[in-house]
């Protein structure tokens, strides 16, 4: 299941069984405070995304993620905000809307600038107000656009936004993701385009949203493409390759060398996972925060 499908089939059968491994382990956090970290997360800060384990109550969540190091959930309505900070978290990067087609619908197409714009003028100052970082946005569908006039239609939009995203301190964060495998037609599937564009923008408030795991369907190279290209990189996203399961030996690259590589640039942002679980939910989560600790 991708973050696409989780958003319009939430309690789908394997989200439903995660969400009864999650009671057995963590029953006792229900309601109660959010216990001791058992070990920092290290040189890089370490968040989750919702969308994976949607079926867990938040404040058990919450609970956990706290309790394992983890420093803020990623991927929230503006609905959910509070009860994240209410757990001593952060929303590592929120939503300007609930959309179902968010991906497609992209800055790429001077069309949409309209919509995504008044969106992010809407969220951006509540984001400040609310003490998260980023906000969310996309590249959008290619339709037949080429790159030439998508990377011109994307600064053009991004430059709109970028002076109150400066002036409220909140990052806009326009993501990478792969037309190979989970999101077919998508223009921002290559890191050289996403670059394009942070240079024609130049602003410290707009990034690329560098999700390791559609970068390495699409292109590989990912420890030398994050050191070249730190200066455009704002968040990070994980998922194992083959099938975005677990940062473990079933997978293609090495994350504990990765997490080193990020840390090693002096990156100050987050870096979240992003993996549909195929055991114990928690216990993968655990075991992937450790894994990046550095």
Not at 155 to 177: D, H, P, S, W, Y
Not at 226 to 248: Q, S
Not at 274 to 290: C, N
Request: net charge neutral; with cysteine; aromatic share 8%.
């Amino acid at each position: 299941m991708d973050r696409r499908q989780a958003i319009g089939l939430v309690g789908a059968a394997a989200v439903g069984s995660q969400a009864k491994a999650w009671a057995r382990p963590y029953a006792a956090l229900k309601g109660g405070p959010a216990p001791s970290p058992r070990f920092s997360a290290g040189r890089v800060k370490q968040s989750v995304s919702r969308w994976p384990y949607r079926e867990i109550p938040l404040p058990d969540f919450c609970n956990a993620a706290a309790g394992m190091g983890l420093a803020g959930v990623d991927l929230l309505s503006a609905a959910d905000w509070d009860t994240v900070r209410d757990h001593g978290l952060v929303c590592s990067m929120g939503y300007p809307a609930d959309r179902r087609d968010f991906i497609p619908t992209g800055f790429n197409d001077r069309a949409n600038h309209a919509l995504l714009l008044r969106e992010l003028e809407q969220t951006i100052p509540l984001a400040a107000k609310h003490g998260v970082p980023n906000v969310i946005t996309m590249f959008g569908n290619r339709r037949g656009r080429s790159d030439a006039e998508a990377i011109d239609n994307c600064i053009a939009g991004l430059n709109a936004i970028k002076a109150l995203a400066e002036e409220q301190r909140v990052t806009v964060c326009v993501e990478l993701l792969n037309s190979k495998v989970d999101h077919a037609d998508y223009q921002g599937d290559h890191t050289a385009f996403g670059v394009a564009v942070m240079k024609g923008v130049a602003s410290p408030r707009v990034k690329l949203l560098y999700d390791i795991y559609h970068m390495q369907i699409m292109e590989g190279d990912i420890i030398r493409t994050i050191r070249d290209n730190a200066a455009f990189i704002g968040h990070f996203h994980t998922g194992g390759v083959p099938g975005r399961h677990e940062l473990d030996g079933t997978q293609e690259l090495n994350w504990h060398a990765i997490a080193a590589a990020i840390a090693d640039t002096g990156f100050t942002g987050f870096m979240a996972h992003e993996f549909t679980p195929t055991r114990d939910p928690v216990t993968s989560l655990r075991q992937a925060v450790e894994t990046c600790t550095v």
